[in-house]
């Protein structure tokens, strides 16, 4: 059992730099953007369900129609056109400009981070090189990939409930309520996106600065709060090596594991 350090020796230990900072406004400034992009899909789907699919509907799996297969062929247009809407909405281009402002912005905090904390002790923190502008460009990759997907997931279960509500019976109410769980998912995936992306790319950016600074060491801080699962409150307090396969969390650094916001405060080497 690794030991945990108390205020004071910590406090010694990292020679009283400032606690290392966690960017929750840019984890909620995300979330927002990311939502923004959901509500543009939901509004789309809306107007194409609403257009297109209900006037085809009577009651559920009762189809207006003469003949069923010419009025099952209308829905499944209806729905192959909604598909293309949405997946259209949103450019390669603008999705990449978007995350862009965010991976940079995360960046430039994570600087920042170190630059404070490295200047109290009389060293200096890399800004920029080609190791840190090759990351950034793979997260901005990474980032506009999970948001392509996270709306294929999207338009892939709206096609399916739609369907089964027809199927069940349930009708135009059952289609919206449809729409509306669909929408509600994956607003919380596009939380949990800019949760996790917030907290690994912050979490590695500090921890490669830090240790071309001169630390070897880190000293893991949780939140400190009732969401902080077990294992990071038992990791809370103590010291951890940069790159360890036996240390932190199952090797991984504060902010590498899934949905987590610990930072590591670096122990520099003087």
Same mark, same amino acid.
């Given at each position: ?101 965010? $991976?940079? !912005? ?5 600087? #920042?981070?170190? +630059?404070?904390?490295?200047? %109290?002790?009389? *060293?200096? =923190? ?45 009708? $135009?109410? !059952? ?5 509306? #769980?669909?929408? +509600?998912?994956?607003?919380? %995936?596009?939380? *949990?996106? =800019? ?57 991984? +650094? ?17």
């Amino acid at each position: 059992m690794v030991k945990k350090l108390t205020p004071d020796e910590i406090k010694k230990i990292t020679h009283g730099i400032p606690r290392t900072r966690y960017p929750w406004a840019l984890e909620t400034y995300y979330s927002r953007r990311i939502r923004t992009l959901v509500s543009g899909w939901h509004s789309i789907a809306k107007d194409f369900i609403t257009r297109l699919i209900n006037p085809q509907v009577k009651g559920g799996s009762q189809i207006l129609t003469d003949d069923n297969d010419d009025h099952s062929d209308d829905i499944a247009a209806a729905i192959a056109i909604l598909i293309a809407a949405i997946n259209n909405s949103d450019s390669d281009a603008f999705l990449s400009s978007m995350v862009m402002s965010y $991976v940079h !912005s995360v960046d430039t905090f994570s600087y #920042k981070n170190i +630059q404070a904390q490295t200047s %109290h002790v009389g *060293l200096t =923190a890399i800004e920029h090189n080609s190791t840190i502008d090759d990351y950034t460009k793979m997260k901005i990759k990474e980032n506009v990939s999970l948001i392509k997907s996270m709306r294929s997931d999207f338009t892939e279960r709206l096609e399916k409930t739609i369907y089964q509500s027809i199927n069940d019976g349930g009708g $135009v109410g !059952s289609i919206a309520k449809a729409l509306t #769980k669909t929408t +509600q998912m994956t607003n919380n %995936h596009a939380a *949990l996106i =800019a949760n996790d992306q917030t907290g690994k790319i912050l979490g590695q950016l500090d921890g490669y600065r830090a240790q071309r600074a001169g630390a070897s060491k880190y000293i893991w801080q949780s939140m400190e709060d009732a969401r902080v699962r077990p294992k990071h409150q038992a990791l809370d307090g103590t010291v951890q090596i940069y790159e360890d396969p036996d240390g932190g969390d199952d090797g991984m +650094q504060p902010g590498e594991p899934i949905r987590c916001r610990c930072v590591a405060l670096s122990i520099f080497d003087l």
